[in-house]
């Protein structure tokens, strides 16, 4: 059955989903691994953890995610992506017994409360305009389980030069203005209006692009 892109008013990504594993290495010049190792420590993953990939592209992090878990125990790896043709080569290259992949709106999220232990997050959100930044954040916080951890890598203020020609020339070349937002600093005061915990930013990368870590609130 052909699968179907979700409804969506954030930019999707379905015309580079047979590419975008070979553009993706290049786009983060050679340290994919690096930063890929960087978000799984952050994540402090135990094998029963059940753990929610949001904008999960072609399922590589969500992929490495999974072969850490327990199936056994109740351990899940499950990537959404609005874009289907994504999914369809994330379920073709990445689907195992303890990782799957839904095509999904992160705004919209068919997942019960409190279901995840985890949500991460890489490159998704300078993709989404506010309102929709807000309502994903809105239902990661939903969906995760008090104490969860919420763990995102993306576009923020630029720390270097590089940084900045990089972000801005992005922001006007692919007529982003949802990267203007991130580049702005609007992802911190967003997570925390949300209900998360302000978080920390622990690493940046390549200038422009930085980790975030925080969590769920026990009560």
Request: with cysteine; proline share 4%; aromatic share 8%.
């Amino acid at each position: 059955m052909k699968l179907e892109s979700a409804p969506t008013r954030g930019r999707t990504l379905d015309h580079a989903a047979f590419v975008y594993d070979t553009l993706e290495p290049v786009l983060l010049l050679g340290k994919q691994a690096e930063y890929d190792r960087h978000l799984l420590s952050l994540l402090t993953l135990t094998d029963s953890d059940r753990v929610l990939d949001l904008g999960c592209g072609t399922g590589v992090l969500t992929r490495m995610i999974g072969d850490r878990l327990d199936t056994a125990g109740g351990g899940e790896s499950v990537g959404i992506d609005a874009a289907a043709k994504m999914i369809a080569v994330a379920r073709k290259k990445r689907a195992s017994d303890n990782c799957r992949f839904e095509v999904m709106a992160a705004e919209n999220l068919a997942f019960e409360d409190a279901t995840f232990d985890a949500v991460v997050s890489s490159l998704f959100f300078h993709h989404v305009q506010m309102d929709l930044k807000e309502k994903a954040l809105a239902e990661a916080f939903r969906v995760l389980k008090p104490g969860g951890r919420l763990v995102i890598a993306d576009m923020h203020v630029p720390t270097t030069w590089m940084g900045a020609l990089v972000s801005h020339v992005s922001r006007w070349f692919f007529m982003q203005p949802q990267i203007g937002e991130n580049i702005r600093g609007v992802l911190p005061d967003v997570i925390a209006g949300a209900g998360f915990l302000r978080p920390d930013i622990v690493a940046t990368y390549f200038g422009y692009i930085a980790l975030f870590n925080t969590r769920k609130p026990e009560a």
